[in-house]
């Protein structure tokens, strides 16, 4: 069912690989996309919010089905008046046992109500749950892409720190003037406080992923997956199709039977109720007993329960507005999300193929022709900065890309098969 089998579904492009090692140390602790997504559904608040809903709408199921308890009553008559009734002389006791009798099918239609009740709240469930998958799979995708930067920007920072002893030598040798010494480690420095910001921006999306599978301090050092991997989402329509058969919408079934099943107890409290009792008499004054009968029957001439049923029937015609309401909303929803993808996609797509491997093929060029004196330091700091900034335009489109795709699959309640063609 898709209740038990959701959580590995989400972040499916997410490949749930062991980190590279440049990204954190060989001892410290990874986290996949797997333990994240299982974690976040064992440790959710809301959805123990909803599996005890589903307890209670169980038992008021329970509850539904049970008959009026019966009544027991006693009865003195004709005693501690005046003259021959000032005592107990002449005094009749009665007891008497009563039950009511529900007419109208009001027992049935407390039943449909306690059932539908038990199905909405587990598409209510099942909605949560889809929502808990995916904002963790798109918080895991934002670590993902955090941890992707710091380690972009310390290999830039690290390119740049080669360069000083090379630095060096063109000055001695008089190539140079010092100026450049000081405009390379300037270089390196800014680098170096984008590298802080970046790690500070890593700590602060681990920590919310953290929150999410239900700790209160992050126990992993690093997420682990590829996150390069992409490929080309599906149509809308076929995501739409899909969309409308989420709890999101088909809880509107279990709605739609609960309303009726108040309309039918708000018709069925217009009729009558019965109450019969039989009871046993005793008269003091001659010792004599008698059994004695009871019926009693409310007349319906002034309360017909017709205000309830007229709210009744308005409720349950507001259901299909509802149900369009909601769709329309799902349809901004996914419409969004797959703007998002589809641009997303083609940006990282564009990025890989036609800037990196220029920026990657400039820098390697002007970097080998500095040290023979045919580019400037200028040159080949602008020509660095050039690659790190494509990279960093990479990862975010990346993790833009993962993150629409998990909301994609959050609100169409499956995993999207994508066109591989870029691996």
Not at 82 to 105: D, M, P, V, Y
Not at 155 to 167: A, C, K, M, Y
Not at 317 to 329: L, M
Not at 337 to 361: H, Q, W
Request: charged fraction near 25%; proline fraction near 4%.
């Amino acid at each position: 069912m898709l209740f038990r089998t959701r959580a590995l579904a989400l972040g499916v492009a997410i490949a749930l690989l062991p980190a590279p090692a440049t990204h954190a140390a060989p001892s410290s602790r990874s986290l996949t996309l797997s333990q994240a997504l299982s974690r976040a559904v064992a440790s959710s608040p809301g959805l123990a919010a909803a599996d005890r809903e589903i307890g209670a709408a169980g038992g008021r199921s329970l509850q539904s089905g049970v008959f009026p308890n019966p009544e027991l009553s006693a009865e003195l008559d004709n005693a501690f008046g005046s003259k021959l009734k000032r005592n107990l002389e002449t005094a009749e006791t009665t007891l008497q046992i009563s039950q009511l009798f529900e007419l109208g099918g009001k027992r049935e239609a407390r039943m449909a109500i306690a059932a539908a009740d038990i199905d909405a709240a587990r598409w209510d469930r099942a909605a949560t749950r889809l929502q808990v998958l995916a904002e963790t799979a798109e918080a895991y995708a934002r670590t993902l892409g955090a941890q992707r930067r710091v380690a972009e920007l310390e290999e830039q920072v690290d390119d740049l720190d080669r360069l000083t002893p090379l630095l060096q030598r063109r000055v001695e040798a008089g190539a140079s003037s010092s100026a450049e010494i000081s405009r390379g480690r300037l270089a390196t420095e800014t680098t170096r406080v984008e590298l802080a910001k970046a790690k500070a921006s890593f700590q602060a999306a681990r920590r919310e992923l953290s929150v999410l599978i239900g700790e209160k301090a992050p126990s992993f050092a690093s997420v682990g997956g590829d996150l390069s991997r992409i490929g080309a989402p599906p149509s809308f329509d076929s995501l739409m199709s899909r969309a409308l058969q989420t709890p999101q919408l088909t809880r509107f079934t279990a709605v739609r039977a609960q309303r009726r099943a108040l309309l039918a107890a708000a018709q069925a409290k217009a009729v009558p109720d019965i109450t019969a009792g039989v009871g046993w008499r005793h008269y003091r004054e001659d010792r004599s007993n008698a059994v004695m009968a009871s019926l009693s029957v409310p007349l319906p001439v002034f309360d017909r329960n017709q205000g309830g049923v007229i709210e009744a029937n308005e409720t349950l015609a507001k259901t299909e507005a509802e149900k369009a309401a909601a769709q329309r909303t799902l349809t901004v929803l996914v419409g969004n999300a797959y703007e998002a993808l589809r641009g997303s996609y083609d940006e990282a797509r564009l990025t890989r193929a036609n800037v990196l491997p220029v920026a990657r093929e400039a820098w390697d060029s002007i970097r080998s022709g500095y040290g023979e004196g045919r580019y400037s330091l200028l040159e080949l700091l602008d020509a660095r900065a050039a690659l790190s900034e494509a990279s960093l335009k990479e990862i975010d489109a990346l993790v833009s890309f993962h993150s629409s795709l998990a909301s994609l699959e959050g609100l169409t309640g499956s995993a999207l098969v994508l066109s591989r063609r870029d691996k």
